[in-house]
């Protein structure tokens, strides 16, 4: 049974915001979201991740609702090389029983065009 | 990069035959994982191992084994090949105090 729903695909402009959402209804309290992408044909990437705070690194964005339902990943300026599938995993982290091992949905693809 | 080397990285096969796909890393860190990817599924657990001689299954492990006799490298067996699993196959690792995982450039199998 899936933990997440995202939208099977998206677009965005170069240059403008990629607002990417996911819905994670029955997250529990412990459980991190995480954000990772895969560029045609190549290994999935990590993006992000956060437990209840909003969060951001070089890449972008993570927004959490507060009760932690629902999240954004922002990407701030999309550009070309952005087009990849994104995937929204929740997961106990590195410490907690399942050892971290990710359960991959079916993502969004994400398009950015010119 | 994370110092994840897979091989073969393309390999065709005939049903019934055994295969092994290793995964290689350079870097001593102790979870290592393999993923199968095929259309319509996204990415799925298939074993995964947080030591040597410590191995789990994941969510899709029947008809595969895994091996860890030592640290680097991690050991994906599929004993008698099926076209089912002709798949593209996905190592990854999870670095000592990370939480996010670095994958491999992937394993694509063919099984005719």
């Known amino acids: 049974d899936a933990k997440t729903t995202q939208p099977p695909s998206m677009d965005c402009a170069e240059g403008r915001a990629a607002n990417l959402p996911c819905n994670h209804s029955?997250?529990?309290?412990?459980?991190?979201v995480y954000w990772y992408r895969q560029i045609h044909s190549q290994g999935p990437q990590y993006i992000i991740h956060?437990?209840?705070n909003n969060e951001t690194n070089e890449m972008a964005s993570l927004i959490i609702t507060e009760d932690r339902k629902s999240s954004t990943l922002i990407l701030p300026h999309a550009t070309l090389r952005d087009t990849a599938v994104y995937y929204c995993?929740?997961?106990?982290?590195?410490?907690?029983?399942?050892?971290?091992?990710?359960?991959f949905g079916q993502g969004t693809i994400l398009t950015v065009h010119p | 990069d994370a110092g994840i080397t897979q091989s073969p990285r393309h390999k065709v096969t005939e049903t019934g035959t055994p295969v092994t796909l290793r995964c290689h890393q350079t870097e001593n860190h102790r979870y290592m994982y393999w993923y199968r990817q095929d259309p319509g599924h996204g990415l799925r657990l298939i074993h995964y191992s947080y030591g040597v001689k410590d191995t789990d299954k994941g969510e899709v492990s029947d008809g595969y084994s895994v091996s860890r006799s030592k640290t680097e490298d991690f050991l994906l067996t599929l004993e008698s090949a099926t076209s089912s699993q002709t798949s593209v196959y996905f190592c990854a690792i999870r670095k000592r105090g990370g939480e996010e995982l670095f994958f491999g450039e992937g394993s694509r199998l063919t099984v005719l």
């Open positions: 995993i929740v997961d106990l982290n590195a410490g907690g029983t399942s050892y971290g091992k990710l359960t």
């Open positions: 956060g437990l209840k």
């Open positions: 029955t997250i529990s309290g412990n459980e991190y």
